[in-house]
């Protein structure tokens, strides 16, 4: 672990880290849609918004980001273990706001487990607020 941890655009190169991050990373579900296929083609519609934090050549930390064009969304912040507790989930978070900001966007939301209280917890401390009344419904296609 360096002192030095530098955060820059994710790119589809860094998939295959992002994807070992995610499945070590408490709260995250890989699904549907998260292939490199489907993370390709979301980065392509979102250009410049999802944001890495590296260590080196090791990425340490991934937020993917994007919107449809009235919402931000924000997917799969995660950071290593080994890095928690200090501050680099906030960064990728105000990072990947900033973003959301620049492209004229006024609000963002985001999706957490009922069963990943600590993922809760880090998303309310930097102000999230739970929507009542909202259920989180899909459909496969």
Same mark, same amino acid.
């Given at each position: 672990?360096?002192?030095?941890?530098?955060?820059?655009?994710?790119?589809?190169?860094?998939?295959?880290?992002a994807?070992?991050?995610?499945?070590?990373?408490?709260g995250?579900?890989?699904?549907?849609?998260?292939?490199?296929?489907?993370?390709?083609?979301?980065?392509?519609?979102?250009?410049?918004?999802? %944001?890495?934090?590296?260590?080196?050549? @090791?990425? !340490?930390? #991934? =937020?993917?980001?994007?919107?449809? &064009? $009235?919402?931000?969304?924000?997917?799969?912040?995660?950071?290593?273990?080994?890095?928690?507790?200090?501050?680099?989930?906030?960064?990728?978070?105000?990072?990947?706001?900033?973003?959301? %900001?620049?492209?004229?966007?006024e609000? @963002?939301? !985001?999706? #957490? =487990?009922?069963?990943?209280?600590? &993922? $809760?917890?880090?998303?309310?401390?930097?102000?999230?607020?739970?929507?009542?009344?909202?259920?989180?419904?899909?459909?496969?296609?």
């Open positions: 672990m360096s002192n030095q941890i530098d955060t820059r655009e994710f790119s589809i190169n860094d998939y295959k880290a994807l070992q991050l995610w499945q070590r990373v408490e995250i579900e890989i699904a549907e849609g998260d292939d490199q296929r489907g993370i390709a083609q979301f980065l392509e519609r979102n250009p410049g918004l999802s %944001r890495v934090a590296m260590d080196g050549s @090791a990425v !340490i930390g #991934v =937020a993917l980001c994007g919107h449809d &064009g $009235r919402r931000g969304h924000i997917y799969h912040l995660a950071v290593d273990p080994d890095y928690q507790g200090r501050g680099l989930g906030k960064r990728l978070l105000h990072e990947c706001l900033d973003s959301l %900001r620049r492209v004229g966007l609000r @963002a939301i !985001i999706m #957490v =487990a009922n069963d990943n209280p600590r &993922g $809760r917890g880090f998303w309310l401390r930097y102000g999230w607020e739970e929507i009542p009344g909202a259920v989180p419904m899909g459909i496969d296609l």
